[in-house]
């Protein structure tokens, strides 16, 4: 049996999550199909201590402040979680869970969206499926000989899982900072830290609040054909947030250099100096989780997908949406990933006006 809607979202995420609203807004018949059995999207699958990058009311999804947590500036991920369920409840969007969908295909003058529980066809499909359930590892030399545990930041919970052990974090971006900080704050665990060029804090003051208006003010130079403004990263790599401050602080963030090589028992710069180590946490980041799309052949030769906006250019009945600042300016973020979702229903409904 092929059931059938104007618009299939694919991912029940933030990103899923804010389509829905704008295309509720557009009177369009949609549903959302999301591989996950429970709301809050890759939010309930965090390390216990994360916080978000910016106070709860500069963390909201279209037309629904999210309320501040209870003696915390910066909300933890459960409070995120609990948003994001409130959020679709409110708002009556037509999730289904439990559905992973395995492909799209061309079918005439519809998209097939096939799932492990039957199929779709539709009009247009936005894909905002994320990058969480695909951690990327580097390929690093005798990482497959080495005996001790390795983990992805997708893989991190606490402290206490490492007591009485040496770990070692390596990564330069915010998720390596904060587990790092994490376990250097743990009297039970021995850290080090190692990134592949010295660590860039953002200065003190600046938070994702900052980090958005200087994302979208890159897009916005670029659009107009200006010249590069740099955008985030042009202020640093790291927030600054309090846990993260107080290590910095107290001397207890000194990154090393990246080490050349592994061993059957730690890591070895290419002095050869040695460190022995119980895990290896690699916080190294994602690639977008596009695979379902593969049958559209819409990848160029780095594997890359082509896009004008969050259209994609090769099929113009599919929509990317929050995989990053190609599908949106900080459209990987709560706050960000709104205008694009409002964009990418205005243009469907758009185009079947047209069609």
Known sequence: MTRTAQVVVIGGGQAGLAAGYHLRRQGVDFVILDAQTTPGGAWQHTWDSLRLFSPAAYSSLPGRLMPPQTGETYPDAQHVVEYLADYEKRYEL?????????????????????????????????????NWSRPFLP???????????????????????FAGQHVIVVGGGNSAAQIATDLTLDDHVNVTWVTQRPPHFLPDDIDGRALFDVATARRRALDAGRDDTGGVASLGDIVALPPVR??????????????????????????????????????????????????????????????????????????????????????????????????????????????
């Open 246 to 355: 107080k290590a910095r602080d107290a001397g207890l963030l000194q990154a090393s250099p990246m080490f050349d090589r592994m061993d059957r028992d730690g890591v070895v710069w290419a002095d050869g100096t040695r460190a022995e180590a119980d895990a290896v946490i690699w916080c190294t980041g994602f690639r977008p989780a596009l695979s379902h799309l593969a049958p559209l052949q819409l990848r160029g030769t780095r594997g890359h997908i082509a896009t004008e906006g969050t259209r994609a250019i090769g099929e113009p009945r599919l929509h990317l949406l929050g995989y990053g600042d190609w599908t949106g300016p900080a459209s990987a973020t709560l706050i960000g990933v709104g205008r694009p979702a409002r964009d990418a229903a205005r243009q469907i409904t758009a185009l079947f006006a047209d069609n």
């Open 139 to 161: 390929a690093v030399p005798g990482r497959s000989v080495f005996t001790g545990r390795q983990l992805h930041t997708v893989d991190y919970r606490c402290p206490a899982d």
């Open 94 to 130: 037509p999730l289904q869970r439990g559905i992973r969908v395995e492909a799209i295909h061309r079918d005439g003058p519809l998209l097939r969206v096939q799932t492990d529980s039957g199929a779709w066809h539709a009009r247009a499909v936005i894909s905002a499926t994320g």
